[in-house]
């Protein structure tokens, strides 16, 4: 969070199209770790297909339970696994950000695309974490990974695409000036969520 911070609080971000560096490795970092989550997940979840009485890794108690999730209908909301959604998405932000760190400079159209698919991301699983708080009653470490990379994802594209888009206005300053406070409490309540949910 430091190197986001700093980053983005570079001036010179803040008069150009280009986004930072860090920008592009955070996407790429973030991006693997999404996608090695999604990864496990699709894996666990065929491992189920093929034997029911399998019993993945993350399975630890009745509240920290993959296989309670992953039964769940809420798992395949588009009539497949929900994992498949995150390798192709994190793969697209794996590239995106490999290719920013070859020195080339996207298109702005990819950036708006990049911006609708990070921002139907972040609605995406706070449905999911809804529904696993609220209608399941356990958690996904993996899915919780997923979670934690998709929210800083959306509120640092949102902030390069504001600073490209529209650099003068208010809520390019406040989120300039706010970015790591916003993430730190959205992952707050977040946790908080999950504290009285279950542990109250």
Not at 31 to 47: F, Q, R, V, Y
Not at 62 to 82: E, H, R, Y
Not at 94 to 110: I, M, N, P
Not at 112 to 122: D, E, F, K, R, S
Request: hydrophobic residues 55%; contains cysteine.
């Amino acid at each position: 969070m430091a190197l986001m911070n700093t980053a983005l609080e570079n001036p010179a971000a803040r008069t150009t199209n280009a986004p930072s560096r860090p920008l592009a490795v955070f996407l790429v970092i973030g991006g693997l770790i999404g996608l090695a989550a999604s990864m496990e997940l699709t894996l666990d979840k065929l491992k189920l297909l093929k034997n029911p009485d399998y019993v993945p890794p993350c399975d630890i108690s009745a509240i920290v339970s993959c296989t309670n999730v992953m039964k769940s209908d809420q798992a395949g909301l588009f009539g497949f696994p929900n994992p498949l959604l995150g390798l192709v998405g994190f793969a697209v932000v794996v590239t995106l950000g490999v290719v920013l760190l070859s020195g080339a400079h996207l298109a702005e159209w990819v950036w708006a695309g990049l911006q609708i698919g990070t921002g139907i991301g972040v609605v995406f699983v706070h449905w999911l974490a809804f529904q696993t708080l609220y209608e399941i009653g356990a958690l996904c470490p993996y899915c919780m990974v997923v979670w934690s990379m998709t929210i800083p994802m959306f509120v640092y594209v949102s902030l390069r695409n504001l600073r490209a888009w529209r650099p003068d206005s208010a809520a390019t300053r406040f989120l300039g000036n706010w970015h790591a406070l916003i993430v730190a409490l959205w992952f707050l309540l977040l946790a908080a969520a999950i504290f009285f949910r279950f542990f109250v």
